[in-house]
């Protein structure tokens, strides 16, 4: 299993403002997802974020609202750019770790409002 | 990641009841697999059925796996106040590249 750990556990932003996401994994990952979780509503996938590559984007998300980071096989970043209410959401990350139960992990995830 | 199907949206018992939920998905998959959110907090693993299982338990959970229909249901037995939750499935399509597919979810509320 993975243990994995997200900074800031919730925030309050400004409209217009950004927010860097941390997410922290115990053990090295190759493959880390980035979701967002709008109110009441199920996961979407923002971005795959591999280590050694440039982060994937899901249709309708972008490089330059949601820049990732991924130095190493234990960390990434997530920023949320120029935010508007509409971004408010749970942000989560979670790893993929392939093995005997092929099962994604998920950090606790980053509560979001934008005013 | 476009969503399967969830039914119900939500369901409300009493503790000691027996919960059922079911999931329905479009594509092939390598595995289905179902979480458990807590208030909005990130997702636990529940457990992962593989295509060529039809069912699987663990505790008080039981998974059912169909292939032909593309469905599959998880049933809570004795729940508990605990349980409380949302519950959502989510499929390993076989050409996802390991992304998950998810469900819609289930709120489930358990009376004491």
């Known amino acids: 299993s993975a243990v994995i750990s997200q900074k800031p556990s919730r925030d309050i932003c400004q409209r217009g403002t950004s927010l860097t996401i941390q997410c922290q994994v115990d053990?090295?990952?190759?493959?880390m997802f980035w979701y967002r979780q709008q109110p009441g509503q199920s996961l979407t996938l923002i971005a795959t974020?591999?280590?050694?590559?440039?982060?994937?984007?899901e249709s309708g998300f972008v490089i330059d609202k949601f820049p990732i980071s991924r130095p190493n096989l234990t960390f990434s970043t997530l920023t949320v750019s120029n935010m508007s209410p509409e971004d408010s959401s749970i942000y989560l990350c979670s790893v993929f770790l392939r093995g005997v139960t092929d099962t994604q992990y998920f950090g606790p995830g980053t509560r979001l409002t934008v005013l | 990641s476009q969503q399967g199907e969830e039914d119900p949206q939500a369901l409300s018992i009493q503790e000691g009841e027996n919960a059922t939920m079911n999931c329905s998905y479009k594509t092939s998959i390598n595995n289905l697999q179902w979480y458990r959110q807590n208030s909005g907090r990130g997702l636990v693993h529940l457990i992962l059925i593989r295509s060529n299982e039809r069912e699987k338990h663990s505790g008080r959970l039981r998974v059912t796996l169909d292939t032909s229909k593309k469905s599959s249901s998880l049933l809570i037995t004795a729940s508990r106040a605990a349980d409380t939750a949302s519950y959502f499935c989510?499929?390993?399509?076989?050409?996802?590249?390991?992304?998950?597919?998810w469900g819609a979810g289930t709120k489930l509320i358990i009376k004491p």
């Open positions: 974020a591999n280590q050694g590559s440039e982060a994937t984007y």
């Open positions: 053990s090295q990952v190759t493959m």
């Open positions: 989510a499929t390993d399509a076989m050409d996802s590249n390991y992304q998950l597919i």
